[in-house]
């Protein structure tokens, strides 16, 4: 059965940089030999996620790419902005507002810290239920 897991922002680190979350998320999966695709909200979080994970933690490399280019399915972790229309993996980290459709495994959703942000969480929340996906919920 494919799984929904929202990770829940409260940690100050997190607070503070929701997309270093994004990074650790990513660096479980790669340590997991688990390809997983990140579905960014625009070219500029897919930048600031790119840079990112080159940078936020010194003992550990991230293989990752933002898509483009004919190497994408060697990208143990592809960055993808709305405008790509790239293959779904069976792990998706989801930053965008609506619910990932296609076939996956499991997605990953980070809830903001802001609860006005987490209107569109809500709703993506009813909408993997309703879809028959086991939905989980994990504090960060």
């Known amino acids: 059965m494919a799984r929904a897991d929202f990770y829940l922002i409260g940690k100050p680190r997190f607070r503070a940089a929701p997309l270093r979350l994004v990074c650790e998320l990513a660096r479980r999966a790669h340590d997991a030999g ?8 625009d070219r500029a979080q897919a930048e600031e996620l790119d840079d990112l994970l080159w940078a936020f933690d ?19 972790v592809l960055i993808a902005t709305p405008d ?7 792990l998706v980290l989801n930053l965008r507002d609506e619910a990932v459709e296609g076939a996956f495994e499991r997605v990953l959703e980070v809830v903001p810290a802001d609860e006005s ?16 996906l086991d939905v989980n919920k994990f504090d960060m």
């Open 58 to 76: 010194d003992d550990a490399y991230v293989a990752h790419q933002i898509a483009g280019d004919e190497e994408d399915e060697l990208a143990p």
């Open 117 to 132: 942000a987490r209107g569109p969480l809500r709703e993506r929340w009813k909408a993997y239920k309703a879809r028959g």
């Open 34 to 41: 688990q390809p997983t695709l990140v579905l960014a909200r």
């Open 84 to 90: 790509m229309d790239v293959p779904m993996r069976p």
